[in-house]
């Protein structure tokens, strides 16, 4: 498991799914086209998503154990 | 790793193809309205965003110029661009704009005179005579709307592209009418089930 992992601020996500295109992992779903999902357990975080989010919505957190 | 391409990875040389067609022949502008139709369509009966996620080609065009091609600063866009409020507010302005287009179309069915040019940023007007091959069997509106809807689809992706520079490459789908739209029809359909399984986690 990696250290950090993304975390999306769904309230303000306009599921435009960029963050989902470059995910290495394929991580991310976007949620009923609503907000984009990320899957823990595939999360890997490398940031790459939350470089690519145009609203700059998503932030690595420190994975609790 | 990078994710894997598939064929609806390569649908933003539909941006190309689509505007250097209406350079040459206004007429191909009435093509446009499958990127109108069909993202409310997915979003109305599939319930999705798929058009944004996987078709656009637009959005893929900004991706490939912003990001391949280094043409964009990648630098956080200001608060108030992505807030709800101008999101919503770029919404209705939008389909104001769209309505006076069509009420044109309208004035030109009803016997005013064709006018041969793009309107570019709600503002100026472009000469794009070169582009109109005499008029159309049924009449001069259909040409007119062609105009019309050619200056909307320019103008709006004028926009991305100064905002793709500025900010990060697909700035443009943070306030896109359409992306806007399909969002909230999504929200909608979806948002009892999607509130009731967050409510749960
Ligand atoms: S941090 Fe990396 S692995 Fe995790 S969701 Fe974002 S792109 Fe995918
Ligand atoms: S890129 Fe940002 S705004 Fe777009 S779906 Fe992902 S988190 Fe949401
Ligand atoms: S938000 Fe607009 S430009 Fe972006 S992918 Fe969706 S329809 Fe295309």
Redesign the pocket.
Known sequence: MSKKHAVVDIANCVA?GCCRKVCPKEAIGIRCGIYAKIDLSRCVGCGKCAKECPASLIRLEVRSA | MTPKKHWYDYLWICTIVYFTLGFFNIMFAWLGLISFFL?LLIAIIGGSKA??NRY?D??QFFALLGGRFGLSRKKDMPGWLKSKGFRYGFLIFFFIMFFQMLWNTYLVFAGATLKQAVKLFWTFKVPWHWAYHGDAVVGAWVPQFAFGFYGIMLTSTLIGLIVMVLFKP?S??VF?P??TMTQLICKAKNGKKVKAELAEE
Do not use: I, T
């Open positions: 435009c | 993202p058009f944004c656009c637009r959005g697909r443009w789908c896109c359409m992306g």
